[in-house]
């Protein structure tokens, strides 16, 4: 079984930053990948960016120049640090761990932490 914890959402005005944590408890592969997705109001969930245990990263076009994704292998965790923040970057922030390869990919989600961006 595996758990995620995330931390580090809140409220932060248009241009700001934010990091975001997630740490993975229990049996963890290497082979697993993390990352994080977003849900915004009305709209469905979307991949933000993920990375995987050897280091190569994958980013929405709309974060790509702003947000990085990064992973310390020995704590199990992910990070994500999110700069220039707009307020369509609002949403519900979940930690992902992934396991295995589509169409037998299993996926763990954290519980969620809500960032906000005012304008």
């Known amino acids: 079984q595996v758990q995620l914890v995330e931390s580090g959402g809140g409220l932060v005005q248009a241009g700001g930053s934010l990091r975001l944590s997630c740490t993975a408890t229990?049996?963890?592969?290497?082979?697993?990948?993390m990352g994080w997705y977003r849900q915004a109001p009305g709209k469905q969930r979307e991949l933000a960016a993920s990375?995987?245990?050897?280091?190569?990263?994958n980013y929405a076009d709309s974060v790509k120049t702003r947000f990085t994704v990064s992973r310390d292998n020995a704590k199990n965790t992910v990070y994500l640090q999110m700069n220039s923040l707009k307020p369509e970057d609002t949403a519900v922030y979940y930690c992902?761990?992934?396991?295995?390869?589509?169409?037998?990919?299993?996926?763990?989600w954290g519980q969620g932490t809500q960032v906000t961006v005012s304008s």
């Open positions: 992902n761990l992934r396991r295995g390869r589509w169409p037998s990919q299993y996926d763990y």
């Open positions: 990375i995987t245990s050897d280091g190569r990263t």
């Open positions: 229990g049996i963890i592969f290497r082979s697993d990948s």
